[in-house]
């Protein structure tokens, strides 16, 4: 482990700290101001003297926000479902057998890591519109379900799955499906759970296409419903836009939190595999 001096220690920890707390900030004073009655918003205290929810009642009496959250939450599911099912058998592919054009192939999905979705988002746009998903769960869904970055870090994990497990399962009489779902499935649980959350974030975070594909409540995610209220309100009524935040930002926040140790190890893992 590299060991620094206690002056350059010192010093990173300072910018640890003041990076943190750059990030923390903002992050309280929109939870502060979306408990703040009207007559506190503005006020130059950060946290209200009489916390209220009314902010969060106007959230769901002036839009129909609870339909924008059921449609983050069932697309975000099913998009990851999909993501990790597609990944895992990808990587397993790649990991397994030997075929010719693999390593073109997984050259292929590499570079799919490095296009910018800008690049992509024209074609797949008309080819949403034409199929007619636009403004439907399978437009949000279908074109994001193939995930690069999922299929390296699982074929990473798969490359270092002891031989010697696929042939006891194999000499059990166990195929390719039952082997990866009884035997390499619960080995690489921990991985999978730090691919989950990443993934997850990842989708429920999203902006830019939803805004895109989707128009009405049918399909709207919570992140398009926000900038729905802004436009609105105009950007005035900051208690209910605060709390629309905090809606939206919690469930991402609390996974982040619960499982990041998950994450970075897993990732750690992935770098020292090369």
């Not at 959250?69 to 397993?92: E, M, P, W």
């Not at 490359?159 to 499906?177: H, I, K, N, Q, V």
Request: aromatic fraction near 12%.
């Amino acid at each position: 482990m590299l060991k620094l001096s206690r002056p350059w220690a010192a010093t990173g920890q300072i910018v640890l700290f003041i990076t943190g707390l750059s990030i923390a900030l903002p992050l309280l004073l929109v939870l502060g101001t979306s408990f703040k009655p009207a007559n506190e918003i503005y006020a130059g205290y950060p946290w209200p003297l009489n916390p209220t929810f009314d902010n969060y009642a106007e959230v769901f009496d002036k839009l129909p926000f609870g339909a924008y959250l059921f449609n983050s939450a069932a697309t975000t599911t099913l998009r990851v479902s999909g993501q990790l099912i597609i990944a895992l058998l990808a990587a397993y592919a790649f990991a397994r057998y030997t075929f010719r054009g693999r390593g073109l192939i997984f050259a292929l999905v590499l570079g799919a890591m490095m296009i910018p979705h800008q690049l992509t988002f024209l074609p797949v746009y008309l080819l949403v519109n034409k199929l007619g998903w636009f403004d439907s769960w399978a437009a949000l869904i279908v074109p994001n379900l193939a995930m690069p970055l999922a299929v390296f870090l699982l074929r990473q994990h798969l490359l270092s799955f002891p031989r010697e497990l696929y042939d006891a399962a194999s000499m059990d009489g166990a195929g390719e499906l039952r082997t990866l779902w009884s035997i390499v499935l619960p080995n690489i649980k921990p991985v999978m759970a730090a691919l989950t959350i990443v993934l997850f974030v990842d989708c429920w975070n999203e902006y830019f296409w939803p805004l895109v594909v989707t128009e009405t409540e049918n399909a709207m995610t919570a992140q398009i419903g926000v900038r729905r209220f802004l436009d609105a309100e105009r950007g005035d009524d900051l208690g209910p836009l605060m709390a629309a935040v905090t809606l939206i930002s919690l469930p991402a926040v609390a996974v982040f939190v619960l499982f990041q140790r998950q994450i970075i190890n897993t990732f750690v893992s992935v770098g020292i595999k090369g």
